[in-house]
Nanobody, 115 residues
């Protein structure tokens, strides 16, 4: 069973930066997109950023210009560089990989931004 292993969350002050990493524990074939979602308390899970195998990216309006998604196709890994963090970015961040056959989800990593 392939698992997505996330790292890089934590506590940071407003204006600071964090880098999230996610790597699949095994091989995943026919990957379409890799991405990051987040869920804040009392809110629905939302897309933060996604990247296709062809490196086409998509960002939520709230993070454009502050977050950058990247991937390493050979390692089945995806990264999220988060700059200029705001308290409203506080949430559990989930790594996601969509293949032709199914969706894979990480266990989530907490990001807390203090004001």
């Amino acid at each position: 069973q392939v698992q997505l292993v996330e790292s890089g969350g934590g506590l940071v002050q407003a204006g600071g930066s964090l880098r999230l990493s996610c790597t699949a524990s095994g091989s995943i074939s026919r990957i379409n997109t890799l991405g990051w979602y987040r869920q804040a308390p009392g809110k629905q899970r939302e897309l933060v950023a996604a990247i296709t195998r062809g490196a086409i990216t998509n960002y939520a309006d709230s993070v454009k210009g502050r977050f950058t998604i990247s991937s390493d196709n050979a390692k089945n890994s995806v990264y999220l560089q988060m700059n200029s963090l705001k308290p409203e970015d506080t949430a559990v961040y989930y790594c996601n990989i969509y293949s032709l056959y199914r969706a894979y989800w990480g266990q989530g990593t907490q990001v807390t931004v203090s004001s």
